[in-house]
């Protein structure tokens, strides 16, 4: 049985959902899981690294992303160092960032996870010298910051974490590795989505900004996102349509037209498919679960 490593194992006692873990050198572990994702960043010596049935040699500079349900360990190391900065996605404030509108991001934490058996772990970050140092001192203000926990480290640690995001998302937009540069493609797609969701996309213009045939380009999409592209556009234009529903006073008619939606119908019968309630009823919802945490103030 795989050994699962949990949440409250491994981050602060406050529930904090960013931590850092440094080896050097890495020592034999056994094969496991996760409750969250990290990011893997190696520093230095080579190794071997096992997913399942998978191996992939590494070497210093190579950085990925292992989300939680996938197990992996390490083999053959011989003084391999790296640093493990480990999170939650679900507890992180990503949405309020313009991460999502990153090609990169979406190519480090989404399609070379996915693709990594098929490519051999050849479309993974490989990171130049001055950009590994560059990587290793925003992880040193990391830790800093989780190990002081002054006033405001939420803030500063949740920043952070963002910026070393964020630059390697960089990094990997200037990949000139080919197995990456197809990923980009679709990614470059993905971000459009994000950057755009409120206007009119069509399929052929997405389509046209991978570069891809439209049958590989559909079969890719869905394969690593879990929709087709004009669903999983629906989804997203849904998805802000809920936070405005909690947030604003708009009419549903102003939200929909706001989210990318030309009629105020097709977005309630979307928004049930999705939700299984329609907008008025997830307003109604929510102001009544705001109201009775109020109530526990008095």
């Given at each position: 049985m795989i050994r699962k490593l949990r949440k409250q194992d491994w981050f602060h006692p406050d529930g904090f959902p960013i931590a850092v873990e440094r080896r050097d050198p890495q020592e034999p572990f056994g094969l496991h899981s996760h409750e969250f994702s990290e990011i893997v960043i190696i520093t230095g010596g080579k190794g071997v690294h096992i997913t399942g049935e998978d191996t992939y040699e590494l070497t210093a500079g190579d950085?990925?992303?292992?989300?939680?349900?996938?197990?992996?360990?390490?083999?053959?190391?011989?003084?391999?160092?790296?640093?493990?900065?480990?999170?939650?996605?679900?507890?992180?404030?990503?949405?309020?960032?313009?991460?999502?509108?990153?090609?990169?991001?979406?190519?480090?934490?989404?399609?070379?996870?996915?693709?990594?058996?098929r490519h051999m772990f050849s479309s993974r970050l490989q990171l130049a010298p001055v950009e590994l140092a560059e990587a290793i001192r925003l992880v040193d203000q990391l830790e800093g910051e989780l190990d002081q926990r002054g006033p405001g480290f939420g803030v500063m640690a949740t920043t952070t974490w963002l910026q070393l995001a964020t630059f390697l998302a960089r990094c990997y937009n200037q990949s000139r590795n080919p197995q990456s540069k197809s990923?980009?493609?679709?990614?470059?797609?993905?971000?459009?989505?994000?950057?755009?969701?409120?206007?009119?996309?069509?399929?052929?213009?997405?389509?046209?900004?991978?570069?891809?045939?439209?049958?590989?380009?559909?079969?890719?999409?869905?394969?690593?996102?879990?929709?087709?592209?004009?669903?999983?556009?629906?989804?997203?234009?849904?998805?802000?349509?809920?936070?405005?529903?909690?947030?604003?006073?708009?009419?549903?008619?102003?939200?929909?037209?706001?989210?990318?939606?030309?009629?105020?119908?097709?977005?309630?019968?979307?928004?049930?498919?999705?939700?299984?309630?329609?907008?008025?009823?997830?307003?109604?919802?929510?102001?009544?679960?705001?109201?009775?945490?109020?109530?526990?103030y008095g």
């Amino acid at each position: 049985m795989i050994r699962k490593l949990r949440k409250q194992d491994w981050f602060h006692p406050d529930g904090f959902p960013i931590a850092v873990e440094r080896r050097d050198p890495q020592e034999p572990f056994g094969l496991h899981s996760h409750e969250f994702s990290e990011i893997v960043i190696i520093t230095g010596g080579k190794g071997v690294h096992i997913t399942g049935e998978d191996t992939y040699e590494l070497t210093a500079g190579d950085t990925f992303v292992i989300g939680g349900d996938r197990p992996h360990d390490y083999l053959n190391m011989d003084r391999l160092s790296l640093i493990n900065v480990l999170f939650d996605s679900a507890q992180l404030p990503l949405a309020f960032s313009d991460l999502h509108s990153l090609p990169g991001y979406h190519t480090l934490f989404t399609l070379e996870p996915a693709w990594r058996k098929r490519h051999m772990f050849s479309s993974r970050l490989q990171l130049a010298p001055v950009e590994l140092a560059e990587a290793i001192r925003l992880v040193d203000q990391l830790e800093g910051e989780l190990d002081q926990r002054g006033p405001g480290f939420g803030v500063m640690a949740t920043t952070t974490w963002l910026q070393l995001a964020t630059f390697l998302a960089r990094c990997y937009n200037q990949s000139r590795n080919p197995q990456s540069k197809s990923l980009l493609r679709i990614a470059e797609a993905i971000a459009h989505i994000e950057r755009h969701y409120t206007d009119p996309i069509s399929l052929k213009e997405l389509i046209e900004i991978s570069g891809m045939s439209r049958r590989n380009f559909i079969r890719t999409f869905e394969a690593t996102m879990g929709a087709p592209p004009i669903k999983y556009l629906i989804r997203r234009r849904i998805q802000r349509a809920c936070q405005l529903l909690q947030q604003s006073d708009q009419s549903i008619t102003q939200i929909a037209l706001t989210v990318g939606f030309g009629d105020s119908n097709y977005f309630s019968r979307q928004f049930r498919l999705l939700n299984g309630t329609s907008p008025r009823e997830y307003r109604n919802r929510s102001e009544q679960v705001i109201g009775d945490g109020n109530d526990g103030y008095g």
